[in-house]
């Protein structure tokens, strides 16, 4: 296990944001009350070009960020929070929504599963002690049974929740020349599926930990993601990588 400064790992919190006005401040309100107490983790927010005041917020947050000249895709707002991760010489990289949907201060648990010698860490919603209020029905059914299922069929590995996006990954996995991050067709939520498809195949050591997946108040926006089409999105890159439709090779991050 590589370790720095004293046996502590260097870790890097990465929300994705993309027009996500009245969440990404409760985001960074949270996120800072997590650094006040654990000075071995930083933050960098990734801003996919928010055409709303996020952008403002952020950039007035004293947070590192980086700011996308045009929207390029969640997938790619989370490879620039690994390229950053990576370049920056960090152990760990924790990826997390812009929408207060993922809590900062269950971060520590997904890190606590590193420290234990996993290489990557799924905060589920699904285990004992883990919450999905106000999410609806379609999502959970989505979410909790056909996500996991595809995951299974197509890898022979079973989870409890293979779609929640809040992870804590090691630097070094994502380093791999088998893992190839610059894939072209890695734009949307298919890319956190390709690196977890990856990760699954290739045999690093995956943990689930309790976390809580938030959903707000029924009549307020609460995704931007669309039924059918981004459930696709997401499964498809399972699909793709089982039946060699697409590259499974590439160069390190």
């Known amino acids: 296990m590589k370790e720095m400064f004293g046996g502590k790992l260097r870790i890097v919190v990465t929300p994705v944001c993309y027009n996500e006005k009245g ?7 949270k996120l800072k009350e997590l650094l006040k107490s654990n000075p071995e983790i930083s933050a960098m927010i990734v801003d996919d070009c928010s055409k709303d005041e996020s952008s403002d917020i952020i950039n007035n947050s004293g947070l590192p960020y980086i700011s996308h000249k045009r929207q ?14 990576c370049n920056n010489n960090y152990d760990v990289i924790v990826i997390m929504a812009g929408n207060d949907k993922d809590q900062p201060n269950e ?6 599963k590193i420290e234990e010698g996993n290489d990557f860490v799924i905060g589920s919603r ?16 989505a979410t909790r049974y056909i996500h996991p299922w ?35 067709w890695l734009e949307d939520y298919d890319y956190e599926m390709y ?8 045999g690093y050591k995956i943990a689930e930990v309790p976390a809580s ?31 060699g439709l697409k590259k499974k090779l590439g160069d390190e991050c």
């Open 23 to 29: 969440k990404i401040e409760k985001v960074i309100t």
């Open 72 to 85: 390029e895709g969640v997938g790619v707002a989370v490879r620039t929070a690994i390229e950053y991760a």
């Open 107 to 112: 971060i520590p648990r997904l890190i606590g």
């Open 126 to 141: 699904y285990l004992p002690g883990g919450r999905y209020d106000n999410t609806p029905f379609y999502r959970v059914i």
């Open 150 to 184: 595809v995951v299974w069929l197509t890898t022979s590995k079973r989870f409890t929740d293979t779609a929640t996006g809040f992870h804590a990954i090691r630097t070094s996995v994502l380093q791999n020349p088998e893992i190839n991050l610059e894939e072209e």
């Open 195 to 202: 690196l977890l498809y990856k990760v699954i195949t290739l």
């Open 213 to 243: 997946k938030l959903y707000p108040p029924r009549g307020e926006s609460y995704t931007k993601m669309k039924p059918i089409i981004g459930w696709w999105k997401m499964l498809r890159a399972f699909f793709f990588l089982r039946f």
